[in-house]
């Protein structure tokens, strides 16, 4: 049996599988160093309101910059942080300087909602819970202006450990959204044991919304459409990811989603953009 399965395609397959381990482990062993030497960047898009179009909140995403200018995507390195216990670190300060943003922003007269990404192995970190109250605590933020994004296979991975963790953070005031909704298979039992404040609809279904050939609804139309309603049912709050045009923004106005995060608003932006286009935004407001 052992035999068989060493046919020459097998000789070729190794090799390679050893070189992809290797370099992974040189880029986890370069993300392990960077982190420390505090390269790592935290960047922010923009969440506005539907109804306003005022930036209600942010987004806060983790770069890695490279000496040559360019970025290593969070598709790459996130799975490795995760897989080797690094993203505890570097969630830690994720939150970290969330909170730090969130004060620096209220002393300019800014109130806005920084939602940041949780991975299942910082849920299972048993500080986790306590170390958030801790940054709340440190920089005398409002907790209800921290969101903690958490996808549909955290739940599914661990739904005691997540839920419980959840319920405590909701306690205290911290909104809880739920990232890329329609991706998974969770069930929608789950989806009503958990503290919800906003689900952030996927988008993939975004993208595919409106079909500009067809009259007839896409079925990723019909797909949001039951997403919006949900959430309403539920009394959250639903947010589109994702949104790259003004037919696409239209769409989900005509739907009834609260509110939109994509390309077409603003992409990602460093901290100091941010503000920036916050007290841009203000300027443009007194005017008008
Ligand atoms: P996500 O949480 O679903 O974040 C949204 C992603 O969509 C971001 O990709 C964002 O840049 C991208 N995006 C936003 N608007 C548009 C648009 O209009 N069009 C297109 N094509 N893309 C758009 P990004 O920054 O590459 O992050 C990828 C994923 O990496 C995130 O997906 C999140 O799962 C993970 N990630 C990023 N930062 C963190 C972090 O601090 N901690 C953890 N655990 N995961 C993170
Ligand atoms: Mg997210
Ligand atoms: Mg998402
Ligand atoms: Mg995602």
Same mark, same amino acid.
């Given at each position: 049996?052992?035999?068989?399965?060493?046919?020459?395609?097998?000789?070729?397959?190794l090799?390679? +599988?050893?070189?992809?381990?290797?370099? !992974?482990?040189?880029?986890?062993?370069?993300?392990?160093? *960077?982190?420390?030497?505090?390269?790592?960047?935290?960047?922010?898009?923009?969440?506005?309101?539907?109804?306003t179009?005022?930036i209600?909140?942010?987004?806060?995403?983790?770069?890695?910059?490279? *000496?040559? %200018? =360019?970025?290593?995507?969070?598709?790459?390195?996130?799975?490795?942080?995760?897989?080797s %216990?690094?993203i505890?670190?570097? %969630?830690?300060?994720?939150?970290?300087? /969330?909170?730090?943003?969130?004060?620096?922003?209220s &002393?300019? %007269?800014?109130?806005?909602?920084?939602?940041?990404?949780?991975?299942?192995?910082?849920? !299972?970190?048993?500080?986790?819970v306590?170390?958030? +109250?801790?940054?709340?605590?440190?920089?005398?933020? *409002?907790?209800?202006?921290?969101?903690?994004?958490?996808?549909?296979?955290?739940? +599914? =991975?661990?739904?005691?450990?997540?839920?419980?963790?959840? &319920? &405590?953070?909701? $306690?205290?005031?911290? @909104?809880?959204?739920? *990232?890329?909704?329609?991706?998974?298979?969770?069930?929608?039992s789950?989806?009503?044991?958990?503290?919800?404040d906003?689900?952030?609809? =996927? !988008? $993939?279904?975004? /993208? @595919?919304?409106? @079909?500009?050939?067809?009259?007839?609804?896409?079925? =990723?139309?019909?797909?949001?459409?039951?997403?919006?309603?949900?959430? #309403?049912?539920?009394?959250?709050?639903?947010? $589109?990811?994702?949104?790259?045009d003004?037919a696409?923004?239209?769409?989900?106005? /005509?739907?009834?989603?609260?509110?939109m &995060?994509?390309?077409?608003?603003?992409?990602?932006?460093?901290?100091?953009?941010?503000?920036?286009?916050?007290?841009?935004?203000? /300027?443009?407001? #007194?005017?008008?």
């Amino acid at each position: 049996r052992a035999k068989k399965s060493l046919t020459s395609s097998h000789q070729y397959y190794l090799p390679e +599988m050893a070189q992809q381990l290797s370099s !992974r482990l040189t880029l986890l062993r370069k993300l392990g160093q *960077d982190f420390a030497q505090h390269k790592l960047q935290l960047w922010y898009q923009p969440q506005v309101s539907l109804q306003t179009k005022q930036i209600v909140g942010v987004e806060a995403l983790l770069r890695w910059p490279q *000496d040559n %200018g =360019d970025f290593i995507s969070p598709a790459t390195f996130i799975p490795l942080a995760e897989y080797s %216990g690094l993203i505890i670190e570097i %969630g830690d300060w994720v939150i970290q300087q /969330a909170c730090m943003q969130i004060k620096q922003l209220s &002393q300019l %007269g800014f109130r806005i909602r920084i939602a940041v990404n949780v991975s299942m192995q910082q849920f !299972r970190s048993p500080n986790f819970v306590q170390s958030v +109250m801790d940054n709340i605590n440190h920089y005398q933020i *409002d907790a209800k202006q921290l969101e903690i994004e958490i996808t549909e296979s955290i739940v +599914m =991975d661990e739904p005691q450990t997540v839920i419980k963790a959840l &319920q &405590q953070l909701k $306690a205290i005031g911290v @909104n809880i959204a739920i *990232d890329d909704f329609g991706m998974g298979f969770s069930s929608l039992s789950y989806i009503q044991k958990l503290p919800l404040d906003r689900i952030k609809i =996927d !988008r $993939a279904f975004v /993208a @595919n919304m409106v @079909n500009e050939v067809s009259v007839a609804k896409s079925s =990723d139309q019909v797909l949001v459409e039951t997403i919006i309603r949900l959430g #309403k049912k539920l009394q959250l709050v639903t947010i $589109a990811e994702g949104v790259e045009d003004a037919a696409q923004q239209q769409a989900l106005i /005509a739907l009834g989603c609260d509110e939109m &995060q994509g390309y077409f608003f603003a992409k990602p932006m460093p901290a100091t953009e941010l503000t920036r286009l916050l007290q841009q935004k203000i /300027a443009a407001n #007194k005017i008008s």
